[in-house]
């Protein structure tokens, strides 16, 4: 003989799914935002940081031959501290130069490892969006049906008192 349940805190279950709806809507939102910070690091990489990199090799480059020009004008001047100073600041350009280089190697290796690197643990939030919109939804419906069902059978005369098996 089944005896009828004592239903008595249907709302902790109802305060469970509200909450758990409010935690589907925060995920989502930050799942959201990671994606797309992918997106815009992709781009900046690719365009953005390299153009950037190469207008300013361009630029010290532009720089590099005006020093030079003026240490050849300086050595053909015969001035001793004139070349000394000019050659510091020849120096110098070509330091900046080489770091530049350096820079633009390491974005393109960035870029290289890319895939490899980021887009591995991007897909790793893909698979937390599915099983977000997928399981934690079935999730809800789930709680909702049990409320539901949990609301009846508590409600005078939803339980059986008499069945036999």
């Known amino acids: 003989m089944a005896e009828k349940a004592n239903v008595t805190n249907i709302e902790a279950l109802e305060d469970f799914r509200s909450k758990l709806v409010v935690f589907i ?29 190469d207008h300013e090799m361009r630029r010290r480059k532009k ?14 001047s015969g001035l001793q501290e004139t070349k000394t100073g000019h050659q510091m600041i020849v120096n110098k350009k070509r330091r900046e130069i080489r770091d530049l280089e350096n820079k633009l190697r390491a974005v393109s290796a960035w870029l290289r490892n ?15 969006r599915h099983h977000l919109d997928s399981d934690m939804v079935k999730g809800l419906q789930y709680l909702q049906e049990a409320v539901k069902n949990l609301n009846a059978y508590a409600s005078p005369g939803g339980g059986s008192s008499g069945s036999s098996d």
């Open 25 to 53: 809507e925060k995920a989502s939102v930050i799942l959201d935002e990671a994606s797309e910070e992918v997106k815009r690091t992709r781009i900046w990489l690719q365009s953005e940081q390299k153009l950037r990199l």
């Open 114 to 128: 890319y895939d490899s690197k980021v887009e591995i643990e991007a897909r790793k939030v893909d698979k937390l």
């Open 63 to 76: 720089e590099l031959e005006q020093v030079e020009q003026e240490l050849f004008s300086a050595r053909l």
